[in-house]
């Protein structure tokens, strides 16, 4: 009995998930550096200035450090994942294109099945 009504709530939190993201919300805290701020930083970091002295022209946007400066940390963190992804530019595109396939499976059970099962279903 218990192991049913987990089950029922665990598919309605995943529907609210799902819910949720159609309409463009993503749970979790939000990031501290954005795209735009990482521009800044490899355009000024180009130029030839030091992290530490960027890093108090930046403003953190939302969250609870709402308007104070990033961490230095947080900026390196940006940095070395804005690397990853501009040295393995094939993994970044099969990861969401992994990504899109399992939404439409989401999206369409069937597609997600195996062929043996749909064979068995008709």
């Known amino acids: ?8 709530i665990r ?16 749970g979790g805290r ?11 930083v490899l355009r000024r970091k180009a130029a030839g200035e030091r ?12 969250g609870k450090r709402k308007g104070e400066n990033p961490s230095l940390a ?8 804005h690397e990853k992804t501009q040295a393995y530019p094939e993994a970044v595109q099969a990861a969401h294109a992994d ?3 399992l939404q439409d499976a989401e999206d369409f059970p ?4 195996p062929a043996s099962a749909a064979r068995a279903r008709r």
């Open 1 to 8: 009995m218990a192991e049913t009504e987990r089950e029922a």
């Open 11 to 26: 598919e309605a939190t995943l529907e609210g998930l799902d819910a949720a993201a159609r309409k463009g919300k993503h």
């Open 30 to 40: 939000p990031p501290v550096i954005l795209d735009d701020m990482l521009h800044t």
């Open 51 to 62: 992290v530490e002295d960027i890093r108090k022209d930046l403003i953190i946007p939302t």
């Open 74 to 81: 947080s900026i390196y963190r940006a940095l070395a994942e």
């Open 99 to 101: 990504f899109a396939l």
């Open 110 to 113: 069937a597609l997600s099945e």
